[in-house]
């Protein structure tokens, strides 16, 4: 069964510096999102994405966090300047049309030093 | 601004058991899914179940079923035949039909005890 994949699965890296997530959705699926999730809380939507450009995102989604479909298969997020509460699981998911569920990937843990 | 909730932070079932997961959520609109997700300790969101709104039959997939009731806006998950293999965190999720996101509960951990 085709999988949404996340690269990497652990991420650690200084407070301040850019980090980039990576997810390769589902090859045929068209929507793509990103949610965080801080431990022990719960899932929290932070953007979506259709037709090469940003359709909703969430307050938490400010200026330092951008997202790219640079070709036809990677999905990334990208924190600028990232800050010790950044620290969070990261997942992606994407789905096919409007009314298929949501798949999601394994999760990238971001932990910022 | 929808909201899901979700009463029972943990919960506890023996082995072959039946366990119910509740969820209540918040909308002012009439076309709208939910879903159930778990979330093992390997931490990925593994799709459980689907409920479409309209749909007034409750979704089955194999030993795990739903009560959907729309107007009092429930939606819990009822898991037959306990395995260990459902020990996990389970989300309850809420879409709009005219939207694009997951609203998500907090969540329930379920122990299933041998």
């Known amino acids: 069964e085709p999988e949404v994949t996340q690269t990497p699965s652990h991420q650690v890296t200084q407070m301040g510096q850019e980090v980039i997530l990576r997810c390769v959705p589902i090859s045929n699926h068209l929507y793509f999102y990103w949610y965080r999730q801080i431990l022990g809380q719960k899932v929290e939507f932070l953007v979506s994405f259709y037709n090469n450009e940003i359709s909703e995102k969430s307050e938490i989604f400010d200026d330092q966090f951008s997202v790219e479909r640079p070709d036809g298969s990677n999905f990334t997020l990208k924190i600028r300047s990232t800050k010790l509460e950044d620290s969070a699981m990261y997942f992606c998911?994407?789905?096919?049309?409007?009314?298929?569920?949501?798949?999601f990937g394994d999760g990238t843990r971001l932990s910022i030093l | 601004a929808q909201t899901v909730t979700q009463s029972q932070p943990e919960m506890s079932v023996q082995e072959a058991e039946t366990v119910t997961l509740s969820c209540t959520y918040d909308t002012s609109e009439s076309d709208y899914y939910l879903f159930w997700y778990k979330q093992p300790p390997s931490r990925q969101m593994i799709l459980v179940i689907r409920?479409?709104?309209?749909?007034?039959q409750n979704a089955t997939e194999n030993r795990f079923s739903v009560n959907f009731q729309k107007a009092a806006k429930s939606f819990s998950l009822k898991i037959s035949d306990s395995q260990l293999g459902d020990a996990a965190m389970y989300f309850c999720a809420y879409m709009s039909g005219y939207g694009n996101k997951l609203v998500f509960g907090a969540g329930t951990i379920l122990r299933v005890k041998s």
């Open positions: 998911a994407s789905r096919q049309g409007l009314n298929q569920p949501q798949h």
């Open positions: 409920q479409e709104a309209y749909k007034q």
